[in-house]
């Protein structure tokens, strides 16, 4: 992936943020979120539609500054999905390079080889429930190393099998942390927690901690 970008590169955003980090293994941190607006896929149960379209555009400058002026050393780059815009890679390497310890969250559909090896990498696998299973792109799995994650939000049963067969065919936690989330309001964590305690799976069961602060709220958590 080609890396080299204008200096008036701009990216669409969303929002940027602080929050408590909610659903990775930094989950319970303080950390700043940058939004990116767009995404390439249209989940079922999303729960950031607003960022699907909407996005002001901002250059690389304002947004770092903006980083820099909410005073958190942990940042995470979300979306909508940001791997479809040109500048995010750009970034991300910015980010790292001022000293932040970075993380991307991505939808699992776009090459993630030209994102900085420095990144923490969230793959969000999508299961069937989605309506975007066929979209994974499966050799962004060969680019993960210790400290990335892999993620699957189940709603139910078939996507629970789903994910399940893919830890086990993919010998997943071999090559990342493994994460089963529940989808909040259609399959109850406890009822998830007993189907990975009954198989003896590898994985951590991640409730979205954000949500359980803050239940109202839908942006800037």
């Given at each position: 992936?080609?890396?080299?970008?204008?200096?008036?590169?701009?990216?669409?955003?969303?929002?940027?943020?602080?929050?408590?980090?909610?659903?990775?293994?930094?989950?319970?941190?303080?950390?700043?979120?940058?939004?990116?607006g767009g995404?390439?896929?249209?989940?079922?149960?999303?729960?950031?539609?607003?960022?699907?379209?909407?996005?002001?555009?901002?250059?690389?400058?304002?947004?770092?500054?903006?980083?820099?002026?909410?005073?958190?050393?942990?940042?995470?780059?979300?979306?909508?999905?940001?791997?479809?815009?040109?500048?995010?890679?750009?970034?991300?390497?910015?980010?790292?390079?001022?000293?932040?310890?970075?993380?991307?969250?991505?939808?699992?559909?776009?090459?993630?080889?030209?994102?900085?090896?420095?990144?923490?990498?969230?793959?969000?696998?999508?299961?069937?429930?989605?309506?975007?299973?066929?979209t994974t792109?499966?050799e962004n799995?060969?680019?993960?190393?210790?400290?990335?994650?892999?993620?699957?939000?189940?709603?139910?049963?078939?996507?629970?099998?789903?994910?399940?067969?893919?830890?086990?065919?993919?010998?997943?936690?071999?090559?990342?942390?493994?994460?089963?989330?529940?989808?909040?309001?259609?399959?109850?964590?406890?009822?998830?927690?007993?189907?990975?305690?009954?198989?003896?799976?590898?994985?951590?069961?991640?409730?979205?901690?954000?949500?359980?602060?803050?239940?109202?709220?839908?942006?800037?958590?």
């Amino acid at each position: 992936m080609d890396t080299m970008v204008p200096v008036a590169a701009t990216l669409k955003v969303s929002e940027i943020f602080l929050s408590i980090q909610g659903e990775s293994l930094r989950a319970g941190f303080p950390c700043t979120i940058v939004r990116l607006g767009g995404c390439n896929l249209r989940c079922s149960w999303c729960d950031t539609e607003y960022a699907w379209d909407e996005g002001e555009d901002m250059s690389l400058s304002t947004v770092l500054a903006r980083v820099g002026g909410l005073g958190c050393r942990r940042v995470e780059v979300t979306g909508g999905e940001p791997l479809i815009q040109p500048s995010t890679c750009e970034l991300l390497r910015r980010l790292c390079d001022g000293g932040y310890e970075v993380l991307l969250e991505t939808n699992g559909s776009v090459d993630i080889s030209g994102v900085d090896a420095r990144v923490i990498k969230v793959i969000d696998v999508k299961c069937p429930s989605s309506g975007e299973a066929d979209t994974t792109r499966w050799e962004n799995l060969d680019n993960l190393i210790r400290g990335d994650e892999i993620k699957f939000v189940i709603a139910d049963r078939k996507d629970y099998e789903y994910a399940l067969s893919a830890v086990q065919a993919r010998d997943l936690p071999r090559r990342a942390m493994v994460s089963f989330s529940p989808v909040t309001g259609r399959l109850a964590s406890d009822e998830l927690a007993a189907w990975i305690l009954a198989d003896r799976i590898d994985v951590r069961l991640n409730l979205q901690l954000h949500k359980i602060i803050w239940p109202e709220k839908v942006r800037g958590v």
